[in-house]
Structure formats: C-alpha cells, structure tokens
T-cell receptor, first 113, second 115 residues
Framework: EPEVTQTPSHQVTQMGQEVILRCVPISNHLYFYWYRQILGQKVEFLVSFYNNEISEKSEIFDDQFSVERPDGSNFTLKIRSTKLEDSAMYFC???????????FGDGTRLSIL | AQKVTQAQTEISVVEKEDVTLDCVYETRDTTYYLFWYKQPPSGELVFLIRRNSFDEQNEISGRYSWNFQKSTSSFNFTITASQVVDSAVYFCALTGRNRDDKIIFGKGTRLHILP
C-alpha cells in the first residue's frame, strides 16, 4: 500500500540555523499538510497546501515557516531560523480531498540545541 | 469552532481488563468525520478508524469497538481484553466536510496496560 514518507526521521540542529523537513506524499494525492506535536502534547495543525498554494495556516505558522512543492513529488517544510521551542515531532500528511482520509507519514523528530 | 476533548489524561489497567477511552467533540458542521489514532512509543500515528457524522452504527474490529452517539457528541473507544501492546497514547480527532479541512486532535489519553 502506498505511504507517505518523511526524511530524515530525526534532525538535530543548532538554534538559529535553517532546517528543511522533507516529505514525499502519496502520488495521486492533491492535498498536503504539516502538523506539529511538541513532546507530550497534542498534534497541532500547521498548514495545508493545494494547487501550489497555501489553503490554510495556523497561528503557529509564522513568517519563519514556509512550504514548497519544488518538483511535483516532494513537499517540504522550511524553518528559517530555528528556536528552541521548534523542537517537536513534525508530521506530513496527504489526501485526495473530498471525503477521503488523510494519510500520515511517520514523522520527523526535530531537536533544536 | 471545532474542538475535541479527551478528559482522561492517563489510564492504567491490568492486562485482560476492558478499558474505554472517552471523546467528546464540538462542531457546527452538519457533516464531519471523527477519527481515532494510536501513537505507540515509537511516535508514529497509526490510523484506527474514521466515522462520518451520518453513520451512527457502532463498529467492532477485533478487540476494538467504537460507540458514536450524536446526541451527546461523543465517540468513545473500547478495548476489550487489553494487552500490553495496547499501551500507547490514543488521540480522538475531528475534521469538517471541506476538501482541505485540517484535522483537529484532542490532547490524547495515555493508556498503560500493566502485565
């Protein structure tokens, strides 16, 4: 069964550095999402992306964050200047829309030192 | 606004006991979808079930069962004859009817199954 893949599984970065988290959604999906889960807390929506533009973003998704679908297969989340509080598990998801469920990747654990 | 409440932060039961995880939701949509996800210690989100708002039939899958009660806005999850491998954090979640609707998660219930 096709699945959403995320790389790397764990990323360690110094505070202030830029980080790019990568996702390969399921190939016939049109809707893409990033979610964040700070350790021990709930999963929170960051951003949704459709037709090469952001559909919706949460208040967490400030100017330090950006998303891109650079080549028709990858879907990336960039954090420009990381802060300690960006340490979290980041989940990518994709879906076909309508009443079809979103499929989640296994997540990237981001640790900011 | 949409909201999911899981009042039980943490539950511990002895193996083979039955356990019910509670979920209450709020939404103004008439069409919506409810989910349960399992998050084992390895961290990934494992999809368990999706139920749409028009289908109030209870569902059973092996040792798992779900009770959807629209009248009380609840979507409770029961594990029968629990096993140690059921130890995980369980999230109830909600999404609306629009194509690109985000999923709103509850805070999760951490379930410990004691041997």
């Amino acid at each position: 069964e096709p699945e959403v893949t995320q790389t790397p599984s764990h990323q360690v970065t110094q505070m202030g550095q830029e980080v790019i988290l990568r996702c390969v959604p399921i190939s016939n999906h049109l809707y893409f999402y990033w979610y964040r889960q700070i350790l021990g807390q709930k999963v929170e929506f960051l951003v949704s992306f459709y037709n090469n533009e952001i559909s919706e973003k949460s208040e967490i998704f400030d100017d330090q964050f950006s998303v891109e679908r650079p080549d028709g297969s990858n879907f990336t989340l960039k954090i420009r200047s990381t802060k300690l509080e960006d340490s979290a598990m980041y989940f990518c998801a994709s879906g076909r829309g309508g009443n079809q469920p979103q499929h989640f990747g296994d997540g990237t654990r981001l640790s900011i030192l | 606004a949409q909201k999911v409440t899981q009042a039980q932060t943490e539950i511990s039961v002895v193996e083979k006991e039955d356990v019910t995880l509670d979920c209450v939701y709020e939404t103004r949509d008439t069409t919506y979808y409810l989910f349960w996800y399992k998050q084992p210690p390895s961290g990934e989100l494992v999809f368990l079930i999706r139920r749409n708002s028009f289908d109030e039939q209870n569902e059973i899958s092996g040792r798992y069962s779900w009770n959807f009660q629209k009248s009380t806005s609840s979507f409770n999850f029961t594990i029968t004859a629990s096993q140690v491998v059921d130890s995980a954090v369980y999230f109830c979640a909600l999404t609306g009817r629009n194509r690109d609707d985000k999923i709103i998660f509850g805070k999760g219930t951490r379930l410990h199954i004691l041997p």
